[in-house]
């Protein structure tokens, strides 16, 4: 497959290109994905997209957010088209029912998940964990997201995003 100026092949043949808890998911899970290797230093949406001829309505960004009410602390993740920004204040707050949200800080992202930051994918997050998808990214034919490291990104429908486990769609961009 191509996309862009990108040589893309299935995930599961590239595993040393996917963070270990990416990986795991996309095998037990049967996702079906493809991965290509990019320039890490490049891995960022918009650096990404012009670099490689990709569509920012063909990308998806996850961020990682905590929740907080009552002492308690929370993490999700919302995954949102790149062209958008997701209601981290309105809609996410609301639908974790939490007196606050935030982003959860680089550190605690990136130990949490086992996934590089920059790279961070909802594919193979920590048990537990609510993934809310955008309904933009519910319906897209594929997107690109992240492969849990910043050398790669995987391309992938958004049915399939939509179908994880943990998987809640709502119109949550802005």
Not at 125 to 153: F, M, Q
């Given at each position: 497959?191509?996309?862009?100026?990108?040589?893309?092949?299935?995930?599961?043949?590239?595993?040393?290109?996917?963070?270990?808890?990416?990986a795991?998911?996309?095998h037990?899970?049967?996702?079906?994905?493809?991965?290509?290797?990019?320039?890490?230093?490049l891995?960022?949406?918009?650096?990404?997209?012009?670099?490689?001829?990709?569509?920012?309505?063909?990308?998806?960004?996850?961020?990682?957010?905590?929740?907080?009410?009552?002492?308690?602390?929370?993490?999700?993740?919302?995954?949102?088209?790149?062209?958008?920004?997701?209601?981290?204040?309105?809609?996410?707050?609301?639908?974790?029912?939490?007196?606050?949200?935030?982003?959860?800080?680089?550190?605690?992202?990136?130990?949490?998940?086992?996934?590089?930051?920059?790279?961070?994918?909802?594919?193979?997050?920590?048990?537990?964990?609510?993934?809310l998808?955008?309904?933009?990214?519910?319906?897209?034919p594929?997107?690109?997201?992240?492969?849990?490291?910043?050398?790669?990104?995987?391309?992938?429908s958004?049915?399939?995003?939509?179908?994880?486990?943990?998987?809640?769609?709502l119109?949550?961009?802005?």
């Amino acid at each position: 497959m191509t996309l862009g100026a990108l040589e893309w092949v299935p995930a599961l043949d590239r595993p040393d290109l996917l963070a270990a808890p990416v990986a795991q998911a996309v095998h037990e899970l049967g996702i079906e994905a493809a991965v290509a290797e990019i320039d890490p230093a490049l891995s960022d949406t918009v650096e990404f997209c012009e670099r490689y001829g990709v569509a920012l309505e063909e990308s998806a960004n996850c961020v990682v957010v905590t929740a907080k009410r009552g002492g308690e602390l929370r993490y999700a993740a919302c995954l949102v088209m790149a062209d958008r920004r997701a209601d981290i204040n309105g809609v996410v707050r609301k639908r974790l029912d939490a007196r606050k949200t935030s982003f959860a800080p680089m550190a605690d992202a990136v130990e949490l998940t086992g996934m590089e930051y920059g790279g961070i994918t909802p594919v193979g997050l920590p048990e537990g964990w609510p993934v809310l998808v955008d309904t933009a990214v519910a319906s897209h034919p594929r997107v690109i997201i992240g492969s849990g490291v910043r050398r790669s990104k995987l391309a992938v429908s958004g049915e399939a995003l939509a179908g994880l486990k943990a998987a809640e769609v709502l119109a949550l961009s802005l």
